[in-house]
């Protein structure tokens, strides 16, 4: 059964993206996964120098957030003091191509822009 005209396919499609907005939504998510992507594995502090301007409670908010949702890990060092580390989970490096082109259409979106301004 059709919903508002739209074939359940189409239903299915934009309830995955809704569901990718919200688990990717925000200033700093992508972002932190794009780093984890291009760095490795990092530990907060780490992390929050790679991501300028980011709050520590913020990070922290959204490392947790992505943790649950099975994209990173978090992992306790036993040293002294504690440090924690953390990396992307293989669900989360399948998120490579997407980064990949959300960095193309953002360095080709700034050449747009510039250009039109001059």
Not at 78 to 89: S, W
Request: glycine share 8%.
């Amino acid at each position: 059964m059709e919903q508002q005209g739209l074939s359940k396919e189409c239903i299915a499609q934009l309830r995955a993206i809704r569901d990718t907005m919200e688990l990717l939504s925000g200033k700093w998510k992508i972002q932190i996964i794009g780093t984890l992507l291009r760095g490795g594995s990092m530990r907060f502090m780490e992390l929050k120098r790679a991501l300028e301007g980011i709050a520590p409670k913020k990070l922290s908010n959204d490392l947790q957030e992505l943790e649950i949702n099975m994209l990173i890990t978090r992992t306790v060092m036993d040293t002294k003091p504690i440090t924690v580390e953390y990396a992307l989970t293989e669900h989360g490096k399948s998120l490579d191509g997407f980064i990949g082109e959300v960095i193309d259409w953002g360095l080709n979106h700034r050449k747009e822009i510039i250009s039109a301004d001059k």
